[in-house]
């Protein structure tokens, strides 16, 4: 394989499996996937699929019960500032102001005050909120808290972006204010994305890779690569091509969304 085709992560036959004995619960089954440089990589499945459990192994948060996952050929050992995360909420610094959430990055690193907050507030101007550098988290409303954590997480200056369903918690208007913003910074910057959604429109709309996952135990159920990442233009969503392949995930998630809740309920 030439340099230039070696993927940015690969998950290599990772599987993970949580507790011991009659209680363990197999989150993944093997799973082998690559994540090219570049790409943004949109994970769908139903509930409990193991979505959340192989974000957070590229993440570092924890180890796969087998196979390796790789960054750049490399084993992920841990948290690692090439890998930045947002979560699903906040998760901000109440105590410090928009300005400090975002500069924290660059300065645990040891960048100069003065430069880490050019480097902050040009992010924040990234997503719109320059204006609210000097507030408090408390001050902004939640979609607001989540574009900051992205500001903050761009920051670092990552080479892949680990999104765990980050606007799940937001209003629909909102939601689609800040994926147009996402496509925005994604066509601007390139960076490589791992995304977790719930969202079929938002994973089309995104994504130049689909991942769609099985009921649990997590494995590959089918990969889409739509084109939509690459247009801004208005109507997407209702194009003929976004339709059709909207259908077939939406087929193909429904079977597996009644196996999920037939596994919560015998639980
Ligand atoms: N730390 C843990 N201990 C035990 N079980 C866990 C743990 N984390 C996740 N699980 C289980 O693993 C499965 C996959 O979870 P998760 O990755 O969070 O799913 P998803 O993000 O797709 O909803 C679920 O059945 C969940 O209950
Ligand atoms: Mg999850």
Not at 131 to 150: D, K, N, T
Request: hydrophobic share 45%; net charge neutral.
């Amino acid at each position: 394989m030439s340099a230039a085709a070696a993927p940015k992560a690969r998950f290599d036959q990772v599987s993970k499996r949580f507790g011991e004995g009659e209680r363990a619960v197999q989150a993944l089954e093997p799973i082998t996937l690559d994540i090219a440089a570049n790409a943004f990589v949109c994970l769908v499945g139903p509930s409990g699929c193991g979505k959340s459990t192989l974000l957070n192994l590229l993440a570092g948060f924890d180890t796969p019960t087998t196979g390796q996952v790789l960054m750049d050929g490399l084993p992920v050992r841990g948290p690692d500032a090439r890998r930045g995360v947002v979560f699903q909420q906040g998760a901000l610094f109440t105590w410090m102001t928009v300005l400090d959430n975002v500069a924290f990055g660059p300065l645990a690193t040891g960048t100069p005050r003065a430069e880490a907050e050019r480097i902050a507030m040009g992010f924040l101007e990234m997503v719109g909120l320059a204006a609210f550098a000097r507030r408090y988290p408390y001050e902004l409303s939640g979609g607001m808290q989540q574009r900051v954590g992205i500001a903050r997480a761009l920051a670092n200056d990552p080479e892949i972006l680990l999104m765990d369903e980050p606007f799940a918690a937001l209003d629909a208007q909102t939601r689609e204010l800040l994926q147009e913003e996402i496509k925005r910074i994604w066509l601007h910057t390139r960076k490589t994305v791992l995304w977790i959604t719930h969202s079929i429109e938002e994973a089309l709309f995104l994504a130049t890779d689909i991942v769609v996952m099985s009921a649990r135990p997590g494995r590959i159920k089918a990969r889409f690569a739509p084109t939509f990442a690459q247009s801004t233009a208005p109507g997407l969503a209702t194009s003929a091509e976004f339709v059709r392949m909207k259908a077939e995930i939406v087929g193909l998630l429904h079977d597996e969304a009644r196996t999920a809740q037939r596994q919560e309920e015998a639980r």
